[in-house]
Every structure is written in C-alpha cells, then in structure tokens.
C-alpha cells in the first residue's frame, strides 16, 4: 500500500441500506455497485450475506459481475456468519471478508454478555477461519472509540497474529471528536508496533455532525483506509460522506498528502443514481451533492462570483459531475447578477432599463422565494404573468396504462380555436400525455423539474403538480391541481406553455412600442 494513498472502502450496500427506508433489491444494488465501480471506489461492502437470502444473492451478484474492485462480505466473529460471507464471495475475483465483534465495556456487559477473554478469543478464532477462506481479511473492533485503549491493543493483536490484514477502529456511535480519533490510532501504534504491517481504516458516524472530520483525523494519523457512503447514507444520522472525504483530501491538497483513486467527476451523478433508487435525497445544503452546494444569491456573493468565480467557490462544480454553478435570483441579488441573467435570456439590458427592471425585481423578489425566467420576462417588457391568457386551453385527457407503454389522447383548444387532438405513448401515463400535448403546440419543450404532492389528506385527495420546463431555452414554471394527478400534470404543462406564449407576446409588443417607423 502506498503511504500517500487512501483506500476508499464504501458501505452504501451494507451500512447505508441499514438506513430506514434505503432498503434495496439485489437488482437496485447491483446497479450501484456498478457505479461505484465506475467511480473507482477501492472496496464495495456489498452486504451482509447471513442476514436474508435477498443479501446473500446481492453479495453474490456484485462478486460475481465486478472484477476490479475488492468486493467484501460482512460477518459476525461466528462460523455461520464466516461460512455465509465466503459463500457470497466464491465467484468474487477480489474477495474480502470483514468480520467484527464490539469491544466497549458497555457493549461486552450488555449486549454479548462476554468476557474480555472470551472476546479476545473469538476475534483470534474468527480472523483464522475467514483467512481458511480468503487472504484479504478486515477486523473491526465495533464501537472502538469507547474501548480502553489497553484491551482495545490486546484484541487488535490478536486479530493481526490471526492473519487479519485492515484493522478498522470504528466510531460505531458518532461519539468521537477529530483529536480523540488521532489520539487512539498514534497511541495503539505506539503500543502496537504489529500495526504497522497492516492497513489502518477509519469507520465513522455523523451522530455528533463530526464524521468528515474524525475520518480525516484518522488519515492525519497514518489511517489508510476510510470507510464511507454515497450521500452520508447509513444508520442513524449516518456514516461519513464519501463526497466530502474524498473532496476534502482532492481540494486541500496543501494540507493532506494522501490521495484517491477517485474518478471525482463521477460524484455527483452516482449520488443522483442512488438517491433516485431508494427515494432518499440529501438535503439542499449538503456539501457537494446538495441541491444549493453550488448556488449563489447573496448579492455580493453573485458579483464575485460573475467576475471571478474562486471568490466564493473552492472547487470547480465540473470537478464533481455538476454541470455549472448557479446565480439563484431572490431578493439577495444584485444588479450584476441580474444584467447577466438577461444576457442569457438574449437581452442586452441598458442601465436605465436596468434600473427600472431592478426595482421592480426588487419588489417581486419580497414576495418569492425564487425568480424564474418567465418573472425577469414580465419584469422587461412591463407585463405580469398573473392571470395568464389561455392560449392553450385543457379539454379532454384519456390514458391507458399498465402494460409496457402508456398511451395518452389529449384535447387542447389552441387561441379559442376548434378543438384538436393527439394520441402519444410513452413509459408513463403522465410523459405519454405530455407527449400527445407536445404533438398539438408543435414546440419542443424541455421537462425539467416535475414534483407531485397530496394537498389534501385521504384515498380521495387532490394532488398539486408543480413542474418547471424549457421552451427556446427559457425557463417557465406551471402548476396544476386533480384528484387524477396526470390530469394536474398536464394543467401544469399547458399553464407553462401559456407563459412561454405570454413572454413571445410581450416581447413583441415591447419591440414594436420602441422601434423606428418603417417606410411609407
């Protein structure tokens, strides 16, 4: 193992399906462990092959597909669990079994009931028998950061005298701070100079919000393994962030000699893949992945940001798979950041016409949370999109679904015209009719954001959609409420339309209004 290199040992499959509701099927997590795979994580713990059948075959499933990464099983330090976790690995081409038994004093008493010696005891026989079945072999003291350093030593030893080859020191509990992490390792080392002829990994939890830091304590320490998951995922408040380890040791590079062997590009789309599998989504503010991680309102945040953007960002948001940072327009926002949004819209605003806009920003920004393009287009051109004409007006919508495709015929009246439809399928019933839609406008339209929620409670509530789409490159939002939510969905649809149609009016007149005579 290089000095200068950390491996990054990823849980997501194991420790974070732990988390309720993050379950995942053996289909779900072989579809993760390809994208980990693809991210260039060093070891998938793919799960826990004793506790179902579903996880022996997952295991199973990843060993057998993926070649390059080491894939590992977890066990208990009891046969049955050994005998499982080698059964799950016997097509893996790079096989790990990692066994663990908690050594606390509050977890011997309590929970297993043992003594000191009879711990030390099945550590030695579960490493022996987990290396009768594979070479790689991992040991985790569990909750590690509340063990006496000098039993903590006597078990560590054993394992290593046993053939374990990673010694993990987990803060199973998010108990630790960063000093108490690097203390325990520099110590043991100290007491232990068998410890230096394995690899050193670090397991922590964010109990205490403190998970990065303690992982990075650990590296700072001689650790040479950090065990993490995608978005944080795992139990309770979750293990630590492999976004965030990883970006820390990849950013600060004055300060952390290690380095990964992670594709960080990757990062963004793999936790948009997971979250998208188990319905989990990290909140708008979590480091790297979040919704806001790489968003601006702050006026003066914005203006540094349009003239240099390491003012106000470490990392290039490319660097982690996001396509680009984001001026959010609210009422934080300046007049640099708005100038530049319309230049992207296709107007170059002068600075009287700015100014007018702005107040009227400004005033509007007090009572939204958040600008979209079709408000900066009102703002322009003096119109408001309140009480939008219906250029396209909702008829009739009748679906059929269930099988392999949706099919949807929609009725649209287009400027109080005669009604007309079109028939369209699809994956869904809600892109079959908006396909059939699309057919009648003759527009090509861009979903890009949709959301449905219940507005009311019951079996027969309404749901509210809320969507947002891009029409000629201009953002335009709509929303739509039915008992039936691909009827809201679709009145959400044809409302942004109108928008789209209202902006192109408006612009219009305004063109009109202030261009010069022509001819005779």
């Known amino acids: 193992m290089e000095k200068d290199r950390v491996t990054i040992f990823d849980t997501t499959l194991r420790d974070g399906e732990q988390s309720p509701g993050a379950s995942m099927t053996p289909a779900e997590k072989l579809r993760i462990a390809r994208a980990l795979d693809e991210l260039g994580v060093d070891v998938i713990e793919a799960g826990f092959p004793i506790s179902s059948p579903d996880d022996l075959l997952a295991v199973r499933k990843v060993a057998r597909e993926l070649r390059r990464p080491v894939v590992a099983a977890l066990a208990r330090a009891n046969s049955k669990d050994l005998e499982k976790a080698a059964e799950s690995l016997e097509e893996a081409e790079r096989p790990r079994i990692h066994t663990f038994i908690a050594t606390s004093p509050i977890h011997l008493e309590r929970k297993l009931r043992i003594s000191e010696d009879e711990c030390v005891e099945r550590t030695r026989a579960a490493v022996e028998q987990a290396r009768r079945y594979v070479d790689d072999v991992e040991f985790s003291a569990e909750d590690a950061t509340r063990t006496p350093l000098p039993f903590l030593a006597r078990v560590v030893a054993a394992a290593i005298e046993a053939g374990a080859t990673t010694i993990n020191l987990p803060d199973t509990v998010g108990y630790a701070r960063p000093e108490d992490i690097a203390s325990m390792i520099r110590e043991l080392r100290e007491m232990l100079p068998a410890l230096d002829s394995v690899i050193v990994s670090v397991h922590c939890h964010d109990d205490l919000g403190l998970a990065t830091a303690n992982s990075l304590a650990g590296v700072d320490a001689g650790a040479r393994q950090i065990e993490c998951a995608i978005n944080g995922l795992g139990e309770r408040a979750g293990n630590a962030a492999l976004e965030e380890v990883v970006m820390a040791l990849h950013v600060r590079t004055d300060s952390s000699e290690p380095r990964t062997g992670i594709r960080t590009e990757r990062i963004y789309p793999t936790s948009r893949l997971l979250s998208g599998i188990i319905g989990i989504h990290p909140q708008p503010n979590k480091a ?77 920004a007090d009572q939204k949370k958040e600008i979209l393009d079709e408000d900066l287009l009102s703002i322009l051109h003096h119109g408001t999109m309140d009480d939008v004409p219906d250029h396209y007006r909702f008829e009739e919508l009748e679906v059929s679904c269930g099988g392999r495709w949706s099919t949807a015929r929609a009725t649209i009246r287009v400027d109080g015209g005669e009604p007309r439809s079109a028939t369209a399928r699809s994956d869904g019933p809600i892109a079959a009719a908006f396909a059939a839609v699309d057919q009648l406008v003759g527009k090509e339209v861009a979903l890009e954001n949709l959301e449905i929620r219940s507005a009311t409670p019951g079996r027969d509530a309404v749901g509210e959609v809320t969507l947002q789409v891009r029409v000629a490159g201009r953002g335009f939002s709509g929303r739509g409420a039915s008992t039936d939510v691909v009827h809201a969905a679709v009145r959400a649809y044809l409302q942004a339309l109108n928008k789209s149609e209202q902006a192109v009016a408006l612009e219009a007149r305004s063109l009109a209004a202030n261009s010069d005579l022509w001819g005779v």
């Open 288 to 364: 790297i992945v979040g919704r806001n991680a790489f968003a601006h309102e702050a006026g003066i945040h914005q203006d540094g940001m349009l003239k240099e953007r390491s003012t106000y960002e470490i990392m290039d948001p490319r660097s982690v798979g996001v396509p680009r940072s984001r001026l959010v327009l609210g009422k934080h926002s300046g007049r640099h950041a708005l100038q530049s949004r319309f230049r992207e819209l296709g107007h170059e605003v002068k600075d009287e016409d700015l100014e007018r806009a702005y107040r009227l920003f400004k005033l509007l």
